[in-house]
């Protein structure tokens, strides 16, 4: 084999496995998405049964993250790369480790479901936990989207969103200390349905950290912690 052909021959190969690694990324992704989405379906419905399944089945999600960061670590000790390809990598070990986080989310959300189908429910069936737990589930769909097409207009919109997010956590976190102070005997549950908010508030921050490691690994630039008007500054550039 001449030097020509041995150089293509590891270039073709590099660019396979980055392949690999974007498809295993979008398949942990998609596990993700079904997991908060069966983990929202349990709370809602109060099923405990499926809120119990969710949590189990919390290890696939870590399983994915340890297989992917093995072959991060590969590539990086044997391809050596640089420049792009360096900071896809990176932002790849970042993307899992978020996406592993929102399994845990899920996994809670999971638990909580299966302790709030126990209890009283109310009329509304936890209508607002609903509505912020579908605005979460398009955060991160939004976000495995920019990811998949590295669209950095798509990730800043994600990032944008977040600030809606927080504000209906915010408003969930008043309607329940108000519901706490009318009804003493209603802390328990109401307790749990904060915790499962709370939960669905982590998992839109980190959506919005999947779609910041977007933004860094196409303009090769960290926008974390700059503030919505700033990020906005950015994206004109």
């Known amino acids: 084999m ?14 396979e496995d980055i392949e690999e690694l974007r498809n295993s990324v979008l398949a942990m992704g998609g596990l ?59 932002a790849i070990i970042k993307t899992i480790t978020d996406l592993e986080r929102i399994g845990d989310e899920a996994e809670k959300i999971g638990f909580l479901a299966s302790k709030l189908a126990a209890m009283d429910r109310p009329s509304d069936s936890y209508r607002e936990l609903k509505t912020l737990g579908n605005h979460v589930s398009h955060m991160l769909r939004d976000a495995m989207n920019a990811f998949a097409r590295l669209d950095v207009d798509d990730a800043f919109e994600v990032v944008r969103e977040d600030e809606d997010v927080d504000a209906e956590y915010n408003a969930i976190q008043r309607q329940c200390i108000t519901f706490m102070m009318e009804d003493p005997r209603s802390i328990k549950r109401v307790m749990n349905v904060t915790w499962a908010a709370r939960s669905l508030e982590r998992i839109g921050d980190h959506a919005k950290n999947i779609c910041e490691y977007v933004i860094y690994m ?20």
């Open 2 to 15: 001449q030097a020509s052909d041995l150089t293509d021959h590891i270039s073709r190969r590099f660019n």
């Open 32 to 90: 993700v998405e079904s997991q908060l989405t069966l983990a929202i379906s349990a709370l809602v419905r109060g099923d405990s049964e499926l809120g119990l399944q969710v949590a189990k089945d919390d290890y696939k999600v870590n399983d994915l993250e340890v297989s992917i960061d093995e072959e991060c670590s590969r590539i990086l000790a044997t391809r050596a790369p640089a420049a792009g390809d360096l900071r896809l990598i990176v």
């Open 218 to 237: 196409v303009q090769g630039r960290d926008v974390r912690h700059t503030g919505i008007s700033n990020a906005s500054e950015l994206e004109s550039e």
